[in-house]
T-cell receptor, first 114, second 113 residues
């Protein structure tokens, strides 16, 4: 079945850029997502990218997609302490029947220190 | 309004209790979802409702019983749970088939004692 993998932990200094990486296995995936989860909270949709795009930028967030390598990354510019959270990469595979039957990676814990 | 509201936020129940989790959205979404998230793990899909009909059941034990009384509400009825069922239960909704965005609630933190 589809598998989504992420590194588990990233530590950055406040003001630096953060890059969170994700790999997935299903080459026919249509959409790929980034969700943010703060401690004890639900999931917040940050951004998503359609599979025919290479890049998407939204304010401080930049998503890069390399379909050949099945690699997705999320860059957060000027990282702030409020960005500390777990970031989940998620895949929307084509066998979902049109539903958001998301396959999540394990999540990357981003720690921002002064 | 892009809000999915879940109640209660926290729930402690015994193994012989019957309880229900509730989820509500007023975005006109026709697909609603239950996910289960164990500590330090990603969310895993349990059920999908589309147009108030159960469309996907990811082989969830029968002690979890979903219900969609109308297009805005989704319930999860719990009975005879085990301590290993303790988790964060997340509700989500999306426009329907083919929609790109799913919106999640804040979750119900369930502890089974």
């Amino acid at each position: 079945g589809e598998d989504v993998e992420q590194s588990l932990f990233l530590s950055v200094r406040e003001g630096d850029s953060s890059v969170i990486n994700c790999t997935y296995t299903d080459s026919s995936s249509t959409y790929l997502y980034w969700y943010k989860q703060e401690p004890g909270a639900g999931l917040q949709l940050l951004t998503y990218i359609f599979s025919n795009m290479d890049m998407k930028q939204d304010q401080r967030l930049t998503v890069l997609l390399n379909k050949k390598d099945k690699h997705l990354s999320l860059r957060i510019a000027d990282t702030q302490t409020g960005d500390s959270a777990i970031y989940f990469c998620a895949d929307y595979p084509p066998f979902s029947g049109g539903y958001n039957k998301l396959i999540f990676g394990a999540g990357t814990r981003l720690a921002v220190h002064p | 309004d892009t809000e999915v509201t879940q109640t209660p936020k926290h729930l402690v129940m015994g193994m012989t209790n019957k309880k229900s989790l509730k989820c509500e959205q007023h975005m006109g979404h026709r697909a609603m979802y239950w996910y289960k998230q164990k500590a330090k793990k990603p969310p895993e899909l349990m059920f999908v409702y589309s147009y108030e009909k159960l469309s996907i059941n990811e082989s969830v034990p029968s002690r979890f019983s979903p219900e969609c009384p109308n297009s805005s509400l989704l319930n999860l009825h719990l009975h005879a749970l085990q301590p290993e069922d303790s988790a964060l239960y997340l509700c989500a909704s999306s426009q329907g088939q083919g929609d790109t965005e799913a919106f999640f609630g804040q979750g119900t933190r369930l502890t089974v004692v």
